[in-house]
């Protein structure tokens, strides 16, 4: 079945970098952009960036720009989301959704990711 | 940057119609996303482009807009919808609104 699947929770210091693999299966891995969204403890929805696997075309939100990047590996369907520079605030769940190329829901979701920042 | 508002709270008694809103700037011209958080679980799917459900998604949920609202209507509430609820667009990038929590 249709199917992303996350790596496993994360705990690192200020300052480190933190990679989160999403795996897609079950679909047609370059018709679907990735998308990455986070959310803090008890908060909101927080977008992030959207890769295109097809290409590996990327748009990133503002407040990440510069810190945050996204790859594809195609040979093994999988996203992965780079976050430097950690910061106490950027402990959240993260999760990757697809989105079918020009449209905009995220019909399908990863499990999600708990990144812990923390000295 | 764009931006989408909803009530921090909605509550609604067992079996009658649940009304969430999702205001933003000319909101009518896009597509609208609405999405459905239970505690410990992902967001998932519950309307698409404004209308649409889902498959597995009931009828009793139905998305609409009027100029500057999206509206989420859930009619015959049930204690199982009691979640937060996300509306989200795209403009230059997606936006989702901060979410309203539902209480049946």
């Known amino acids: 079945q249709v199917q992303l699947e996350q790596s496993g929770a994360e705990v690192k210091k200020p300052g480190a970098s933190v990679i989160v693999s999403c795996r897609a299966s079950?679909?047609?891995?370059?018709?679907?952009?990735i998308h990455w969204v986070r959310q803090a403890p008890g908060q909101g929805l927080e977008w992030m960036g959207r890769?295109?696997?097809?290409?590996?075309?990327?748009n990133y939100a503002q407040t990440f720009e510069g810190r945050v990047t996204l790859t594809r590996d195609t040979a093994i369907h999988t996203v992965y989301m780079e976050l430097t520079n950690l910061r106490s605030d950027d402990t959240a769940v993260y999760y990757c959704a697809r989105v079918v190329i020009a449209l905009d829901d995220c019909d399908v979701w990863g499990q999600g990711t708990m990144v812990t920042v923390s000295s | 940057s764009y931006e989408l508002t909803q009530p921090l709270s909605v509550s609604v008694a067992l079996g009658q119609t649940a009304t969430i809103t999702c205001g933003g700037d000319n909101i009518g011209r896009k597509n609208v996303q609405w999405y459905q958080q239970k505690p410990g679980q992902a967001p998932s799917l519950v309307v698409y482009k404004t209308y649409n459900r889902p498959s597995g998604i009931p009828e009793r949920f139905s998305g609409s807009t009027s100029g500057n609202t999206a509206t989420l209507t859930i009619s015959r509430t049930q204690a199982g919808d009691e979640a937060d609820y996300y509306c989200q667009v795209w403009d230059s990038s997606t936006v989702f609104g901060g979410g309203t929590k539902l209480t049946v």
């Open positions: 079950g679909y047609p891995f370059t018709n679907y952009y």
């Open positions: 890769i295109n696997p097809n290409n590996g075309a990327r």
